[in-house]
């Protein structure tokens, strides 16, 4: 550490200040104060303390600030030359505050002299001295935040904050107020609906479209009404999830009306998207709500699964006809006697649940009234006629 500061002394010292000649032969300049036993060495931005066994001599000096007095001390306040020449030796020792005090003594002698002028900053502009500033602001610029720009550019920054800070405010506003629609408290719950009706729906929508996966359901119920009403297309993906996967049938019809009144062009994507999942109830509803709309893109992903089911059920039923005729309803036993099976039981010991047929049935009758919805066709569960009429219509 001592060495260190000891190379900044040797490189930063003033050109003239008291000398402390180190035993090692190193100089230091600066100013010297006696503390006993050692000494502080002090100049502009910083000091050190030396001990007195490692100084070989100290020689007393002037620091370029008491010089600098001094030389002032003799001129008389109207002598340009010699406030000029101290200007220049100040400059040349960093003495920029005094510098800058001597150009503008200068300046005070003879107002055109360059050398100040210039040094100060100042441009000849159209035969006029100038500082930079006032060259900005004939421009027609002002100062702001340290730059100089166009007073519109000031304005609208002041704007964009202004508004920033408004919408932080808002969306605090909105975030408490949301929170409390779901209030077992009545009035509450009235208030939190009347101060959200008060703020403008640009800075509400975000917030509603979040909440749409929120837990409780009623802030659901109440963000899908909202969300309908502003007919806000962010909002059409949540929506079509809630159309599928909402466990309360009400939200279900009502994330649907929602889904409509946004008029988003991609809402039949978002539901269609549901038509891949493994189990048949989302692909039911996703295939029921396909039919609210006329859009035809999801028709050849409903075609496909019209296909299947078709396809499925008739493998069940060929399935359950060739266990029945194997069998006859009866099991054999060892001792040679045969017992009849009811039907029941017979598809139950063989893996088939009569159910997973009828909601197969379902989806057909599903996916068929779905598809004459949006073509304004009828071929029923014909697969091969609706694949034909879709090729052409592509034609």
């Not at 190193?26 to 006696?34: A, E, F, H, K, S």
């Not at 009400?250 to 998207?273: P, V």
Request: charged share 35%.
């Amino acid at each position: 550490m001592v060495r260190s500061l000891l190379l900044w002394f040797l490189l930063a010292a003033p050109a003239l200040a008291d000398e402390v000649e180190l035993k090692n032969g190193n100089v230091l300049l600066g100013r010297v104060t006696d503390l006993g036993d050692s000494i502080r060495l002090e100049r502009k931005g910083g000091s050190i303390v030396i001990p007195k066994s490692e100084i070989r001599a100290i020689r007393r000096g002037k620091l370029p600030e008491e010089i600098y007095q001094e030389r002032l001390s003799t001129l008389a306040d109207d002598d340009l030359e010699g406030h000029l020449s101290l200007a220049r030796w100040c400059r040349e020792q960093k003495l920029d505050k005094e510098a800058a005090g001597e150009f503008r003594r200068v300046l005070s002698i003879d107002p055109d002299q360059p050398e100040a002028r210039i040094s100060l900053g100042y441009r000849k502009v159209n035969g006029k001295w100038m500082t930079f500033g006032e060259i900005q602001e004939a421009k027609g610029l002002v100062k702001f935040r340290g730059k100089w720009i166009l007073p519109a550019e000031r304005d609208l920054q002041l704007a964009l904050e202004k508004q920033k800070a408004l919408e932080k405010e808002l969306d605090k506003e909105v975030r408490k107020w949301l929170g409390r629609v779901a209030f077992h408290s009545e009035k509450v719950r009235s208030e939190a609906i009347e101060r959200l009706a008060a703020i403008d729906d640009e800075f509400k929508s975000k917030h509603y479209v979040k909440a749409l996966n929120a837990a409780n359901r009623e802030k659901r119920s109440f963000v899908i009404g909202e969300l309908g009403r502003m007919k806000e297309p962010s909002a059409a993906k949540g929506l079509a999830r809630r159309v599928v996967w909402d466990k309360y049938p009400e939200l279900r019809s009502a994330a649907l009306d929602a889904l409509l009144a946004t008029g988003h062009a991609d809402s039949t994507l978002f539901l269609a998207a549901w038509l891949k999942e493994d189990s048949a109830r989302p692909r039911i509803r996703a295939e029921e709500a396909l039919g609210q709309f006329t859009d035809s893109r999801p028709l050849p992903a409903l075609l496909t699964l019209l296909s299947r089911v078709t396809k499925t059920i008739r493998w069940l039923d060929q399935y359950r006809d060739m266990i029945s005729k194997t069998l006859r309803g009866t099991l054999l036993l060892r001792d040679g006697r045969r017992i009849r099976i009811p039907p029941d039981l017979l598809l139950s010991l063989e893996g088939f649940d009569p159910r997973d047929r009828e909601t197969l049935l379902r989806e057909r009758d599903t996916l068929v009234a779905t598809l004459r919805a949006i073509t304004g066709r009828d071929f029923g569960e014909n697969v091969t006629e609706w694949n034909k009429w879709y090729r052409g219509k592509k034609k």
